[in-house]
């Protein structure tokens, strides 16, 4: 079994800054990808940032500039530092990782049980 914990979502005025961590832990053999995702009320979840092996992140046009994804692999974390907050930002963000079990050659894919973030006004 595998389990990711997000933390560090909360209430943060318009212009500031806060950071997400998401820990990865059980039974992991490899981490094939890492990435955060947002769902506003009423909206379609939808992807925020990724990090794959060692390639170049992927933002959304909406975060690009603003939003920081990085992963610590000693420690199967990723973060999501995210400055200059606006509004629209408010959300409920989720973890996503795709993992490889030991002695097994497929993937599964897991979700976080989210972490809220409030901008306001």
């Known amino acids: 079994q595998v389990q990711l914990v997000e933390s560090g979502g909360g209430l943060v005025q318009s212009g500031g800054s806060l950071r997400l961590a998401c820990a990865a832990s059980g039974s992991i053999f490899s981490i094939n990808a890492m990435a955060w995702y947002r769902q506003a009320p009423g909206k379609e979840r939808e992807l925020v940032a990724s990090?794959?092996?060692?390639?170049?992140?992927n933002y959304a046009d909406s975060v690009k500039g603003r939003f920081t994804i990085s992963r610590d692999n000693a420690k199967n974390t990723v973060y999501l530092q995210m400055s200059s907050l606006k509004p629209e930002d408010t959300a409920v963000y989720y973890c996503?990782?795709?993992?490889?079990?030991?002695?097994?050659?497929?993937?599964?894919?897991?979700w976080g049980q989210g972490t809220q973030v409030i901008v306001s006004s």
């Open positions: 990090s794959r092996g060692s390639g170049s992140p």
């Open positions: 996503y990782a795709i993992i490889r079990p030991p002695g097994q050659t497929y993937t599964f894919q897991y």
